[in-house]
């Protein structure tokens, strides 16, 4: 009754500052899982004895429908009630009551209130979300019945090294992964797949590993003979293959928000791809995670860094530079702390601190002087939105290096000269030359490479809280520190080099899962951890909770080696399944949480066009260097403020090259690439979409790139059709889909082929302008007829959906 | 023969099961019409699927929702008030005179250095008689349509540089990496016309607004969301038009062929994702057919032609017009213009009030007009809404950048135009006051966050609900707070 008597006060329904944000999407994904899981596993008489698990269970029903009034958010807390720690949910609130009593579910309010029928007294308040449900609510009290413990967000805790589980078939495994992947299948009555063919294997691995499809050759060579050892070493090679990094570059540049302009208005030019051929290396060397992320985030803070050490501190000026006439440098400046902050945490941490910028964070426990800490740890370099990007590191090439040693000597040389020499006239030849050559000298310009700098310590800023997140509305000092989450004791004044550190210290719990589930799901389709960018409390919960602390643990283990890591996850018999399915594998699992499948998704804009360029052959293997500019379709538009948003397109093999080579401008993405879900590195991408459009099929169609590369894959078929026209169909498509065709396969193609040569034999110019040889003397008729029909197969090939998708 | 038979029976019936399950796909997840458009998915994780997962996309029931379409035209650079719509005659009386002071009080521009001059309107203004609203001589044929038209007079940014301002006023955030007004409104109202993009960008002037593509990207939103840059030469979307001498029979059965191929496939894998792709090459090849029809103002009288003062061939703002209403005649949700060349500094002639202004004034008063005329004539004026504005305003004082002679105006965040036609709002009304300077409001402030919860409403879609899941927030076009307002004064 004296609950009653509270009830209007506490439950103010206008409360000012209200965030109307209920995740129920994301509570969904999570329980959705959950509830299959729990639902298959376990019978509804043992539900009521069963222990609640508060990360699992509780938490997510608590943050989806209370911490946004009663959580980490001191400042929009209501009734003076939170939820999201023991001492405070166990204390009195405003009212008197008690929000939660442990063992004692008629004595909490959060259970009456949650409970109730009566709509002024319900929480949460109707006007902010629906009442819970009674699935949730049963949650909740036996939570309390049990003793309403709480427990560290499961993504923070100390990793645990799990026991292998024991499986059923003991066969199948053949390393660790699998007996935790079988033993989840076994739990839910699910088998796994059989192994994918030898053919679709090593195109999957090549895929995976180096983006590129196999030679055919290789193919035929591993079905031949597809050993354990033969594999292990096609696994190896790829491995070591330099187009390993060239792959897995890609995924590390849309976090890095990589691009070849400054963004904004007039988005200029940026000379900063000696970062991404950096990052290139670093990924062949197989450099360390910890040495890799240290030099990126504090290269130029460790001691006598290298050359290299400081190009990898670009990693943090990919931030964006306005040079828009008559902006507020330190507008800017401040937008990029802001988002270093925000990619460091999403990158390394998973988890999204930009709430912090304005308010202490609704879901987590990050507080608004946990952000702005952080803040000032990035806030203390020399770069601060300057048109021309200082501090940057400058590096003379070998030849250019050469160049200026031999300018120096004559100079030298000229200038002794002139010290010898008396007549006036011969001094003033000499002069002029020693001007020549110095301007000689000065005209050979260094490449050059935005890079991060410390203030020295008379030009420290100060630091202040952003009121509102407003650059120009200052709060009050403050100190830098590390999130407190991880950071018992915060220490005096971190550097970004302390950051990088404790990243593999103290907060190692969460960098290593994060790390391993960003490596999974690049390799298995989907992380284990499908919101591979939220592990916060909004995030998913993993499907595999135990396997993901292994792997990360392993991670840490392997001294952070990347390539042993995603070795072990190819080496695996889940990786091996076949990626069919049948109807009933689709309608109980759709999406293959419980890999009782090979995973089957579409490939990256890069893979598209490389894969298109390596199997007509066009493809240059050419690495490093400059962005180049491949055809691309005529806008007729200039950059507000900037240049023609047109470009010549590059001479010669350029033109040919990778699509991580490819300039990135972010306010014009190259078309092809924006038509298949690349991202204009503006901001840190962890997951790209897989959209599935007809805009994206005229790419595929019809952008001249992709003809071109159906030309050639053609003629390559139509010379290699040693006796038949069979033999250039099964030839085109084994450079394709590195597999031979069935036999309704390639009769399909033989009866396009012959029907498209018949149509040509009618329409000889346009046979000419689809081959590409119009105008040209003297070409034989038939010859042109033919050709026409290989490119009209070579297109059908580079469209297929199998063509378009890792399998 | 037999045994061939028997396979194709059985792949029929696999791909009518996969057909049956997309289908199912569709209706679950899109229960506000989103069916028609393509799905997407995060790396196999189809996103559509997790829109069931998530809420359904609300709706306002509090709104009529007449809207049906936006027209959206975008005078990138931000045109000035005072040679246009707004009769200041304080500052004709005080032209050139220096600025009062109360007026540059903690206040910092992006070009005016020193203490500047008060400029005077450069044009004459007319009073329209139905209205009364004055009108300067540079917009005579929007002063004639007047009665058709909503004024927001106090509308108020907090940024003032243009990129950013144009991200936040189509974005709802300053910053990159958010969702465009136009993927809101097709996440949320889906497509009525599956062989035209839902949300078409056209750009004239010369010259891409100053975010570049951002301003009409999906952001967060899936990218079928994203606005489709239609070009005014060549190809309208681009890669439309099949190799050179590749001829539509030659298309059809290559496609033909494709589909057979993808289909053995589809039997073979199951994968639902594999019958998508097939009808996306489907919908393509409708499309090649839609669209340049769609897009062939050839087709148009001459009278209408003239009316626009549209010439077929040329990139020419009013051609966009024109495009706008065969688009939305034809069901596309969201159609956006954006202008190059408002930006009237006043550094020399190319961007001063006297010659630049004049010259975009005449390319934009009478295409605009005819629009609104036009939609009005042919009843789609009823369920279009037709948006005109800048990013921001313009100062009331002369920049005179480095002592130019010519006349222009900075960049003013905290007031500015714009009008409205249609699709519900009340016409002939004006909202919101500005002081005798122009320069701050004085009555009835409308910010960014309220026109975009306004516009919202209008689109019969909840602004304060309407989200997408990312990075563990839902994030909404009117931003994290509830600041902006919808405003029932402009609703008829």
């Known amino acids: 009754m004296k609950l009653r008597n509270t009830t209007n006060k506490s439950l103010d329904r206008n409360r000012p500052g209200w965030f109307p944000l209920e995740s129920t999407f994301w509570w969904l994904c999570g329980m959705g899982l959950h509830v299959t899981f729990w639902g298959v596993s376990i019978s509804a008489q043992d539900q009521t004895e069963l222990r609640v698990d508060y990360s699992q269970q509780v938490r997510p029903i608590l943050a989806k429908h209370c911490f946004a009034c009663h959580g980490p958010d001191a400042n929009h807390r209501e009734s003076g009630l939170a939820l999201h720690t023991a001492e405070l949910a166990y204390a009195r609130a405003d009212s008197g009551e008690f929000g939660i009593v442990p063992g004692q579910p008629e004595a909490s309010g959060v259970l009456i209130r949650i409970e109730s029928d009566d709509d002024d007294e319900r929480m949460p308040p109707s006007d902010h979300g629906a009442p819970l449900a009674a699935g949730e609510i049963d949650i909740i009290r036996r939570w309390i019945v049990q003793g309403a413990s709480y427990e560290q967000h499961w993504a923070y805790r100390p990793m645990q090294r799990p026991e292998i589980p024991a499986v059923n078939q003991r066969g199948w495994p053949r390393n660790e992964i699998d007996y935790f992947v079988l033993a989840k299948l076994e739990q839910n009555g699910l088998a796994p797949a059989g192994r994918a063919s030898p053919e679709r294997l090593v195109r999957r691995l090549h895929l995976d590993l180096i983006g590129l499809p196999p030679d055919p050759e290789v193919v035929r060579r591993f079905a031949e ?13 790829l491995l070591d293959n330099p187009a390993y990094g060239e792959h897995w570059a890609r995924m590390w540049l849309d976090l890095a928000r990589y691009a070849d302009s400054q963004g904004y208005a007039e988005d200029h030019y940026r000379e900063i791809w000696l970062y991404r051929d950096w990052v290139i290396e670093a990924f062949n060397q197989d450099k360390p995670f910890d040495e890799f992320s240290r030099e990126q985030l504090a290269g130029d803070l460790l001691p006598d860094p290298t050359e290299a050490q400081l190009i990898a501190t670009a990693f943090h000026r990919n931030t964006m530079t306005n040079s828009e006439g008559g902006t507020d440098d330190e507008e800017f400046r401040h937008a990029a702390i802001v988002d270093r902050v925000n990619t460091t945490a999403t990158v390394w941490l998973g988890t999204t601190m930009a709430c912090a910028q304005c308010h202490s964070h609704k879901y987590d426990p990050i507080s608004i002087e946990d952000y702005y800490g952080l803040f000032a740890i990035f806030d203390q370099t020399e770069d601060a939105d300057h048109y021309d990007e200082r ?29 010898q ?87 190692r719990p969460l960098t290593a899962r994060v790390a391993a589930n960003r490596h999974w799901e690049k390799i298995f389709g989907r992380g284990l951890v499908e919101t591979s960018e939220d592990f916060g409390s909004q995030g998913s919960l993993p499907s595999h909770p135990e396997l993901l602390d292994w792997l990360a643990a392993k991670l840490e283990a392997d001294g952070w080696s990347l390539k042993k890591f995603v070795k072990m996850l190819v080496m695996s018999e889940t990786y091996r399944q076949d990626s069919r399915t049948t109807a009933e594998k689709l309608a109980r699992d759709p999406q293959n949480v419980w890999l009782s499948r090979g995973a089957r998704y579409r490939l990256t804009a890069e893979q598209i066009r490389d894969t298109a360029l390596a199997a007509s052959g066009l493809l240059s293997p050419k690495m490093f260097g400059p962005p180049v500019k491949p055809p691309q379709p005529k806008s007729g538009l200039t950059a507000a403020f900037g240049g023609s948003l047109d470009w010549e397109t590059s001479p010669g093999e350029d033109r040919y090259r990778r699509g991580i080579y490819t300039m990135i401008r972010r306010t014009n993405l190259y078309p092809s690439f924006q038509a298949f879900d690349a991202t204009n590195r503006t901001v840190c991408t962890v997951r790209r979409m897989n959209s599935n459009t007809p805009v994206a099929a005229f790419v595929t169609l019809n952008d001249p790139v992709y003809v071109e590369c159906a030309r050639a894959l053609g003629r390559s078929a139509r010379d290699h059709r040693v006796e038949s026209v069979h033999d250039g169909l099964v030839f085109a498509f084994r450079r394709v889909l590195a597999r031979d065709p069935s036999a309704e396969e390639v009769g399909e193609l033989q009866s396009l082929w012959e029907r498209q040569v018949m149509h040509f034999r009618e329409r000889v110019q346009d046979a000419a302008a689809l081959v590409g040889v119009e105008g040209e003397a003297d070409l034989p008729y038939a010859e042109v007829v033919e050709l026409a029909a290989w490119t009209v197969i070579g297109n059908v090939l580079l469209n297929l959906d199998e063509a378009l998708t890792r399998n | 023969m037999l045994q061939k038979q028997s396979r194709k029976v059985r792949i029929d019936s696999m791909v009518d099961s996969l057909k049956r399950q997309t289908r199912r796909h569709f209706l679950n997840r899109c229960p506000l019409g989103l069916a028609g458009l393509a799905t997407a998915s995060i790396l196999g994780t189809s996103v559509s699927d997790r829109v069931i997962a998530g809420e359904r996309v609300p709706a306002d029931s509090r709104s009529r929702g007449r809207v049906k379409h936006v027209i959206y035209l975008h005078m990138a650079g931000s045109p000035s008030q005072f040679e246009l719509f707004d009769y200041k005659p304080v500052l004709a009386k005080q032209h050139l005179q220096p600025c009062p002071d109360s007026l540059l009080a903690n206040q910092k521009f992006a070009f005016i250095k020193g203490h500047p001059q008060i400029l005077g309107p450069q044009f004459e203004f007319e009073q329209c008689q139905q209205t009364g609203r004055y009108f300067s001589s540079l917009v005579p044929e929007l002063r004639k349509i007047s009665e058709d038209l909503t004024f927001v007079r106090s509308m108020s940014t907090d940024q003032f540089n243009h990129a950013p301002a144009e991200l936040f006023l189509h974005t709802g955030s300053p910053r990159p990496g958010s969702a465009s007004f136009g993927s809101w409104a097709l996440y949320g109202l889906g497509s009525e016309n599956e062989n035209v993009p839902g949300f078409i960008v056209f750009v004239s002037g010369g010259t891409n607004p100053a975010a570049g593509k951002s301003v009409w990207g999906s952001g967060f ?151 609104i005329r036009d939609l009005k004539q042919r009843g789609l004026l009823e369920d279009t809404l037709v948006i005109w504005g800048g990013e921001f305003g313009r100062t009331s004082m002369n920049e005179a950048r480095n002592g130019s002679k010519y ?15 249609g699709g519900g709002m009340r016409p002939g009304f004006d909202y919101g006051a500005t002081d005798e300077f122009g320069y701050f409001v004085t009555e009835n402030r409308m910010s960014v966050r309220d026109l975009q919860a306004t516009l919202l409403h209008m689109l019969g879609l909840d602004p304060y609900r309407l989200s997408f899941p990312f990075q563990g927030l839902n994030h909404r076009w009117i931003g994290p707070t509830d600041e902006g307002r919808i405003n029932q004064d402009l609703l008829a």
């Open chain 2, 221 to 371: 939103l899936p990218g079928i969301y994203q606005g489709v840059q239609c070009r005014s030469f060549g190809d309208p979307i681009l890669f439309l038009s099949d190799p050179p001498g590749m001829d539509r029979s030659s298309r059809r059965a290559s496609l033909d062929s494709l589909s057979r191929l993808n289909r053995i496939h589809a039997a073979d894998f199951g994968d639902p994702e594999t019958q998508t792709r097939i009808e996306q090459y489907e919908l393509a090849f409708r499309m090649q057919v839609a669209a340049p029809e769609a897009f062939d103002l050839g087709t148009e009288t001459a009278e209408t032609l003239e009316m626009y003062g549209a010439r077929p061939g040329e990139n020419l703002f009013a051609n966009n017009c024109l495009m706008a209403r065969r688009l939305v005649e034809r069901g596309v949700r969201f159609v956006q213009l954006f202008d190059w060349g408002w930006d009237v500094h006043g550094t020399g002639p190319h961007d001063d009030l006297n010659h630049q202004l004049v010259k975009k004034c005449s390319e934009m008063d009478r295409p605009v007009a005819a629009l």
């Open chain 1, 225 to 237: 003979e597809p050993s354990e050892t033969a594999y292990e070493e096609l696994v190896d090679r």
């Open chain 1, 421 to 507: 020499t008396a007549s006036e006239q011969d001094q003033g030849v000499l002069d002029q030359r020693i001007k020549d050559l110095q301007a000689a000298l000065q005209a050979i310009r260094p490449l050059t490479v935005p890079i991060m700098r410390e203030l020295d310590d008379n030009h420290r800023r100060e630091t202040r809280l952003a009121i509102g997140g407003a650059f120009s509305n200052k709060g009050e000092l403050v100190a830098a520190r590390l999130w407190s989450e991880f950071s018992r004791e915060l220490g005096e004044r971190p550097t970004r080099l302390d950051l990088a550190n404790w990243l593999f210290a103290e907060a």
């Open chain 1, 391 to 419: 501090p940057v590191l400058q590096r003379y090439t070998p030849e250019q290096l050469q160049d200026r040693a031999r300018l120096d000597a004559e100079i030298s040389a000229l200038r002794a000269q002139r010290e």
């Open chain 2, 407 to 421: 006349f222009g105006r900075d960049h003013h965040p905290h007031c500015f135009t714009m009008f409205f036609a």
